[in-house]
């Protein structure tokens, strides 16, 4: 079965610094893989979203992730962290394609610091 | 175009009562799917319709149960609450498949159990 795993429940960094969100997947067949983040009292929004048509995918608010399939990987990045980015972070994997089923990793907190 | 609308916001009831939660979705989007977010288990998928019909269930009691009309509004229903049942319930919808239509999510109905 898909499932996912994100390393560090919490990461801190300054602003300006990068930002690196850790996650690791599990899957039997070419996995759909999605990142996530949540502000307070919120519901999540997409980030960026890996569909198999490049191992380079860019998303929203200056965020990217690379596709690894040999370290099983999709760790996610920022040059340079702001202070709006404080949220909470999760990566997800499509458990069948024909649906909209997304089982989440338990999320990682990134708190930014001045 | 209007996001996923969770109502309400908070609830408080107590052990034993029973709760209904309302999502509508974005206009057009046929699927609607529930999650269960808890500080301890994370994110947890309940089910997912698609046009009135419930395609996919997770690993949840007979307690917890869903319906999808057919203006694709969704209402999930716990019965018989515990301590437990307290989390914060979203909804998420998209046209069909995340691949090509992302899941939008609410901001969640906040339930708390006393």
């Known amino acids: 079965a898909q499932s996912v795993t994100q390393l560090g429940s919490h990461v801190s960094v300054s602003e300006g610094a990068l930002v690196l969100l850790r996650c690791n997947y599990s899957?039997?067949?070419?996995?759909?893989l999605f990142w996530y983040v949540q502000y307070p009292n919120q519901g999540l929004q997409l980030l960026l979203k890996?569909?198999?048509?490049?191992?380079l995918v860019k998303g929203i608010n200056g965020f990217e992730a690379e596709f690894k399939k040999s370290e099983t990987s999709f760790h996610l990045t920022k040059p340079s962290a702001h202070m709006s980015d404080a949220a909470e972070y999760f990566c997800?994997?499509?458990?069948?394609?024909?649906?909209?089923?997304?089982?989440f990793g338990k999320g990682t907190m990134l708190l930014v610091s001045p | 175009k209007a996001g996923v609308t969770q109502t309400p916001r908070y609830l408080i009831k107590t052990r034993g009562q029973q709760v209904t939660l309302s999502c509508s979705p974005i206009s057009g989007h046929r699927s609607v799917s529930w999650y269960q977010q808890t500080p301890g288990q994370g994110l947890q998928f309940l089910f997912e319709y698609f046009s009135e019909t419930q395609r996919n269930k997770g690993n949840f009691p007979g307690r917890f149960s869903g319906r999808q009309f057919s203006n694709s509004r969704s209402e999930m229903n716990v019965s018989t609450l515990e301590l437990g049942d307290s989390a914060l319930y979203l909804c998420a919808s998209s046209l069909g498949s995340v691949i090509n239509s992302p899941l939008h999510f609410g901001n969640g109905t906040r339930l708390t159990v006393t």
């Open positions: 997800a994997v499509l458990l069948n394609s024909g649906y909209s089923t997304l089982t």
């Open positions: 899957s039997s067949v070419p996995p759909y």
């Open positions: 890996y569909t198999s048509a490049a191992t």
